[in-house]
């Protein structure tokens, strides 16, 4: 199983429309992610491996290009202090 993480709790958020739109209450910052991103955050606790799974049977990329993608975006959530690894 992957990594799992947890959305930090200074982080408040909603779906609009399928976009997971973010607010980093420190920061006084919003963030909306595109359709798969919104995908790879609503889906953080299932762990990476799933959330891989989840994109590949939604769209057709393969697994190798799901994972890096993935692992990108999960990456660029945790230096942007969204989110946290367990």
């Not at 190798?64 to 367990?86: G, H, M, P, R």
Request: net charge negative; proline share 1%; hydrophobic share 35%.
């Amino acid at each position: 199983m992957g990594n799992k993480y947890k959305k930090n709790p200074d982080v408040s958020w909603q779906m609009v429309e399928g976009q997971a739109v973010l607010i980093h209450n420190r920061l006084g910052e919003i963030q909306v992610l595109n359709e798969v991103g919104s995908i790879i955050w609503d889906n953080l606790e299932k762990g990476s491996d799933e959330i891989v799974e989840a994109i590949c049977k939604d769209y057709d990329v393969t697994k190798e290009e799901a994972k890096k993608d993935v692992e990108d975006f999960l990456k660029e959530l945790k230096e942007n202090q969204a989110i946290t690894e367990e």
